[in-house]
């Protein structure tokens, strides 16, 4: 299939015209918790009691969904068991039930940056049929049609989603108050408030990113080329690290780098919270699940100094913002021996109406008209980021890619190897991957 763009411009809708990545704060559970909420779920009593695994990890925005899931799902001889896990843990799990004939999970959390992937290597079953057949029961006509097509492949279903995330900036708005400083809209105004910061003494690094060297830097580094309407291939599927863009994107991260703690390459989104619940950092971009967490008394005694807005241009003429969206989903792998009537079932019940308007503001849900500025501290922020992001590239390519650059690209980052080094070797890995 050829690669193609496309914009989640129907997302904005969810937000209205109007209103607008891995703590644990909501840990999770074997059956369900305080997170869950009780919506109906019409299981068929199974002739034999069954346990469904699900592997999704653990966050603020996710837990609704997978508690609820729990908790409602689990009666007549079906139990819903699901371990809390991390993100990284959840990769490396999906990872391995998906390489064996015989998986360990029955529903997995998938992305729709996966998706291409594990859809043209048939690791997932089309959805289209058991979509059609429970579309009215549970409502999934309300699901936003940009967002079933993020979880589509070569115009099959994969995945029913269930919330967006796409980067935001949250800011400390008492410190940028105090010096009288505008939220940054590019790189360059981001280290130029970082300086200010500095120089007044109040932090030795104000900005903080999820950089981490194993992960999240190369989320970082396509965010960065994406502001410049590029990606690590284009839309012919020809490999394009190695360009103008690519330089640029490495060029304008390494700039941010003096404001940044020294140990960025082992921050995850976690982490970033943590600088930012301990005042150490006054500007952070992360996904939009992280955001609620800053706003909560028991996380931070500066709960109530953040404030949100859209990710910063890498530069002033950069046509689209630092940002990457995320599509979360359920999907059943191909190698479950459960019922998929049972399992989808079970999803479909998790992103009904009820579950969906108990997931905000922690969630940006894919039923379209839930969230609103009202009731979610950062939904304009998310809406303008929406609107500011660069149309995705969609290739079976790209997951492949991303894994391969980041020892190499973290090397960049952590000064190890030239920009110019690494743009050549993180463009030789790409061609090799797409052959």
């Not at 009202?374 to 991303?402: C, F, Q, R, W």
């Amino acid at each position: 299939m050829p690669n193609t763009r496309t914009r989640l411009t129907a997302l904005v809708a969810v937000v209205g015209v109007t209103a607008l990545a891995l703590t644990g704060c909501g840990a999770g559970s074997r059956t369900g918790n305080a997170n869950s909420t009780s919506v109906a779920c019409d299981v068929t009593a199974p002739s034999e009691p069954l346990t469904v695994n699900v592997l999704a990890y653990n966050s603020s925005a996710i837990d609704p969904y997978t508690d609820t899931m729990a908790t409602s799902c689990s009666h007549d001889g079906v139990t819903v068991k699901h371990d809390p896990i991390d993100f990284g843990g959840q990769v490396t799990k999906t990872t391995a039930t998906l390489s064996a004939p015989t998986g360990t999970y029955d529903i997995v959390e998938t992305y729709s940056y996966v998706i291409p992937t594990l859809a043209s290597t048939e690791k997932l079953q089309p959805l289209d049929d058991l979509y059609a057949k429970y579309k009215d029961q549970y409502k999934l006509g309300d699901l936003s049609p940009s967002m079933l097509q993020g979880m589509s492949y070569d115009g099959k279903l994969y995945a029913l989603p269930m919330q967006a995330q796409m980067f935001v900036m949250a800011y400390r708005s008492d410190v940028f108050s105090e010096l009288g400083l505008a939220v940054p809209t590019t790189f360059d105004e981001m280290a130029a408030a970082a300086e200010k910061i500095k120089a007044a003494g109040l932090m030795q690094y104000p900005i903080a990113l999820p950089w981490l060297a194993t992960a999240d830097i190369t989320t970082g580094f396509q965010a960065a080329m994406n502001s410049l309407d590029a990606d690590f291939v284009d839309d012919s599927g020809a490999v394009t690290i190695e360009s103008d863009a690519g330089e640029k994107a490495l060029n304008a991260m390494l700039a941010l780098k003096p404001y940044m703690d020294p140990q960025v390459t082992t921050f995850d989104q976690p982490k970033v919270q943590q600088q930012l619940y301990n005042g150490t950092a006054a500007m952070a971009i992360m996904f939009s699940g992280r955001m609620t967490d800053l706003t909560k008394p028991e996380n931070t005694s500066l709960s109530d100094s953040f404030a949100f807005a859209a990710p910063p241009k890498v530069s002033a003429d950069a046509p689209y913002a630092y940002d990457r969206l995320s599509i979360d989903g359920w999907s059943i792998p191909f190698n479950t021996s459960i019922d998929h009537d049972l399992l989808f079932t079970l999803m479909a019940a998790s992103v009904s109406e009820d579950a969906s308007k108990a997931s905000v503001p922690a969630a940006y849900p894919a039923r379209e008209g839930l969230v609103t500025e009202s009731n979610t501290p950062y939904g304009k922020a998310a809406n303008e980021s929406i609107a500011s992001a660069m149309p995705t590239v969609v290739s079976p390519h790209l997951a492949d890619i991303s894994n391969a650059i980041t020892p190499v690209l973290a090397k960049v980052i952590n000064g190890e190897l030239s920009v110019s080094d690494g743009l050549a070797q993180m463009q030789s890995l790409g061609e090799q991957i797409v052959g």
